[in-house]
């Protein structure tokens, strides 16, 4: 469970740290850097069972390819809060997962 949780707490800083570079490069227009990125984060999420997330990723993608800088300026708001709930969510089940380790739990 150690394992598992670790590899969880792992996820959550990727997420937070595609989301950062995503903001970065829609925010220097560098419309190829938030192609690759929101491509990496669609990977990471699908990767770990994140599908909101990955479609939120997948949107920013599309947009991108689109060079559709306003759609995706538009969309790093709701990007942001799906990252937060992910990680919160992510967390949480390391969480339980090492309490089960130390209590002898299931």
Sequence with gaps: PHRLAAM?????????????RIAVATANGDI??????AHSLK????NFGAPALARAATEIEQLAKAANAAGCKAVLGPLASTV???????REQGRRW????VDGSP
């Excluded at 969880?8 to 950062?20: G, T």
């Excluded at 090492?98 to 380790?101: L, M, S």
């Design 43 to 46: 990977g990471i999420c699908l």
């Design 84 to 90: 937060a709930r992910t990680q919160a969510a992510a």
């Design 98 to 101: 090492r309490d089960e380790a």
């Design 8 to 20: 969880l707490d792992d996820f959550a800083v990727a997420i937070a740290d595609c989301q950062a």
């Design 32 to 37: 190829d850097e938030l192609s690759r990125e």
